[in-house]
């Protein structure tokens, strides 16, 4: 335990990455995985399409395949940014597509009767999704988007792979220098189960406070 | 030489005709209403009279015909529609409260973003229509919380809270319990009463002799037979229709 303890600062430092790659891919893919679904439930048959397709690349590839093309051909392709940012964009976009699927399924329990109270109403579509549709859809899927945001927090250990010294990252650099695998890594397999109940918990919350009465 | 006072009918349905598949729902409808009037369409179920109730805000499009309200032809879906709709009020079987918010936000939402009245005036509003149908004290309560016929009440309270020039009402009491079906007829003999042009598509007869100006009956997609209730229910002309009532009035 006296590796971790001495080595608080810079493990700290790196768990202070970690939330802050999960706290914005988090908002990012969430807001982009509602856009998409919007888009896949869209009367544009371009928009259904793309979206369709969108959600069928990033959940058939695997992140860290995505990660090191990202960090490895962006650049080639003229778009240079930080690692750190580069790590969040993928993320964003990878789990958005899982984003997208948890609530598409929740827009299937939304009651075709809504939609129609709404046009009745003179609510145009996007009114309809935005005020009608998208809220009970979201609703009805707290509990798995907050699985999907467990899985974002377990992938933000793959930012390790491509430089970016967040908690996994770190926690290996100590075991270099200290060769203690087994507290270290216990630690930092606690701290990742410690935040993952956190959200856990929290989604169960929401989706108590949250919940349409039927 | 005098001119007649020629209203244009609020509702005009002209050869409408619509197949769900290889069904044959609407066969030629020809329909008027006039503003102020009330309009109640009776009919066997599997008649059509709902699919017609839902023609005239193109919920259901028609295959054929003309449909014309307040003497403007329904527009394709889009923007145009939706400003009609606004000005058409609509009660469904099922309510179709929105189960995410509270009375008071499900009968503030529409002038809130679709007439973008402001908020206090359209709250104002909102509590007067909520005290109007007599469910003002559940105003912060949500739609599952309330009874059928207090959710059906909070459902006429939200169409109105647009100020239809006209309501249509889909069999508004059929999804009701029997002793819940009164508190929301009388308000909708009130709202005949005050002179809204309805078109109510209904099974109690009752409300039928009681309000409509016109009984419209209907069968197999037909119109076969319109008549002021009083003549409709006491001289029925054709043999359906003489059928129809004796199996529903027999009970």
């Known amino acids: 335990m006296t590796a971790v303890i001495e080595n608080l600062d810079p493990l ?5 990455t970690t939330a802050l790659i999960l706290v914005v891919s988090a908002a990012g893919s969430l807001v982009l995985g509602v856009l998409v679904t919007v888009a896949r439930v869209s009367p544009i048959p371009v928009l259904r399409g793309a979206a369709w397709a969108y959600v069928q690349v990033f959940v058939n590839i695997p992140l860290l395949a995505l990660l090191l093309l990202a960090v490895f051909a962006l650049p080639d392709a003229g778009l240079l940014m930080p690692l750190l940012t580069t790590v969040i964009v993928v993320l964003v976009v990878y789990e958005a597509a899982y984003v997208a699927e ?3 399924s929740g827009i299937n329990t939304v009651a075709p009767g809504q939609v129609e109270a709404a046009r009745a109403l003179g609510l145009r579509l996007s009114q309809t999704l935005r005020y009608v549709v998208v809220p009970q859809a979201v609703r009805a899927v707290v509990q798995p988007l907050g699985n999907v945001m467990i899985a974002l927090l377990m992938n933000t250990a793959l930012a ?6 967040e908690l996994t990252s770190a926690v290996n650099k100590v075991n270099l220098v200290e060769a203690q695998p087994i507290p270290i890594f216990t630690a930092a397999g606690l701290t990742y189960m410690a935040l993952a109940l956190a959200i856990g918990l929290g989604a169960g919350r929401i989706e108590k406070k949250v919940a349409i009465h039927r | 030489m005098s001119t007649p006072m020629v209203s244009t009918p609020m509702v005009r349905m002209r050869g409408v005709d619509k197949h769900f598949g290889d069904l044959h729902v609407l066969r030629s409808i020809d329909l008027d209403v006039a503003p102020r009037e009330v309009v109640v369409v009776i009919g066997p179920s599997g008649s059509g009279k709902s699919t017609l109730c839902r023609t005239i805000n193109r919920l259901e499009p028609i295959d054929a015909g003309e449909i014309r309200v307040d003497g403007e032809p329904l527009p394709e879906e889009g923007p145009q529609l939706a400003q009609l709709r606004a000005d058409v009020g609509m009660v ?6 929105f189960g995410h918010l509270s009375v008071l936000d499900n009968v503030m939402l529409a002038p809130l973003k679709v007439r973008r009245v402001a908020k ?5 509003e909102a509590m007067t229509l909520l005290e ?18 207090q959710q059906q009440r909070a459902a006429i309270a939200r169409s109105l809270a647009m100020h239809p020039k006209l309501m249509l009402f889909d069999e508004p009491t059929s999804a009701l319990d029997p002793e819940m079906v009164n508190e929301v007829l009388e308000v909708m003999t009130s709202l005949a009463a005050d002179g809204m042009t309805m078109v109510v598509v209904t099974h109690e007869m009752g409300f039928a002799r009681r309000a409509a100006d016109r009984v419209v009956f ?6 076969v037979e319109e008549a002021p209730p009083a003549e409709f229910f006491d001289a029925t002309r054709s043999e359906r229709a003489r059928s129809f009532l004796s199996n529903v009035l027999a009970h």
Not at chain 2, 120 to 124: F, G, Q
Not at chain 2, 218 to 223: K, L, R, T, V
């Open chain 1, 12 to 16: 700290l430092r790196a768990l202070g």
């Open chain 1, 102 to 104: 948890a609530v598409r």
């Open chain 1, 160 to 165: 390790a792979t491509v430089g970016v010294v």
């Open chain 2, 92 to 97: 469904f079987q099922s309510f179709n409260l």
């Open chain 2, 120 to 124: 206090a005036t359209a709250r104002a």
């Open chain 2, 132 to 149: 109007r149908v007599g469910i003002a004290d559940k105003a912060d309560r949500f739609p599952a919380q309330l009874s059928g016929g």
């Open chain 2, 218 to 223: 209907m069968d197999a997609g037909q119109i």
